[in-house]
């Protein structure tokens, strides 16, 4: 029960990590194998977590027009128009800063804004945030090593 408790916690962070809340998935993922737990399935379950919650950011995207003056939208309107240039100018590729802090949110978004397909968003984020977490797991066992 432990790790099951263990690892629906890492995969909410993550997800609210990639939305509107701001949240340290990096932290949760690195204090869990710290503590011992497989890290094949953390960095499973953080990359699913945070995957899917970039594709709220794109759905959200998707709706902007309605949800963009919302005090809970998740990218602030400078945040986006900038994310939004850079789509324009480097296409989809962009994606593959999805794991970036700040800007990484905004491009999910303005994936959604330009109508980026679902699946070619889906192979350029999984393999953007799974890098992430992959260097991240194994700098924290070159740590612990």
Do not use: C, H
């Given at each position: 029960?432990?790790?099951?408790?263990?690892?629906?916690?890492?995969?909410?962070?993550?997800?609210?990590?990639?939305?509107?809340?701001?949240?340290?998935?990096?932290?949760a993922?690195?204090?869990?194998?710290?503590?011992?737990?497989?890290?094949?399935?953390?960095?499973?379950?953080?990359?699913?977590?945070?995957i899917l919650?970039?594709?709220?950011?794109?759905?959200l995207?998707?709706?902007?027009?309605?949800?963009?003056?919302?005090?809970?939208?998740p990218?602030?309107?400078?945040a986006?128009d900038?994310?939004?240039?850079?789509?324009r100018?480097w296409g989809?590729?962009?994606?593959l800063?999805?794991?970036a802090?700040?800007?990484?949110d905004?491009?999910t978004?303005?994936?959604?804004?330009?109508?980026e397909?679902?699946?070619s968003?889906?192979v350029?984020?999984?393999?953007?945030?799974?890098?992430?977490?992959?260097?991240?797991?194994?700098?924290?066992?070159?740590l612990?090593?």
């Open positions: 029960m432990d790790t099951f408790l263990a690892l629906a916690g890492l995969f909410a962070i993550a997800f609210v990590a990639a939305t509107i809340l701001p949240a340290q998935s990096e932290a993922l690195v204090a869990l194998q710290l503590a011992g737990y497989p890290v094949l399935l953390l960095v499973v379950v953080a990359s699913l977590g945070n919650g970039s594709v709220v950011n794109w759905a995207g998707r709706g902007v027009e309605r949800f963009r003056d919302r005090r809970w939208f990218v602030s309107p400078a986006l900038r994310a939004s240039g850079w789509y100018r989809r590729w962009s994606l800063l999805s794991w802090p700040v800007v990484g905004a491009l978004v303005a994936a959604g804004v330009l109508r397909p679902l699946w968003f889906l350029l984020v999984a393999i953007a945030k799974t890098g992430r977490y992959i260097v991240l797991a194994a700098l924290t066992a070159g612990m090593g």
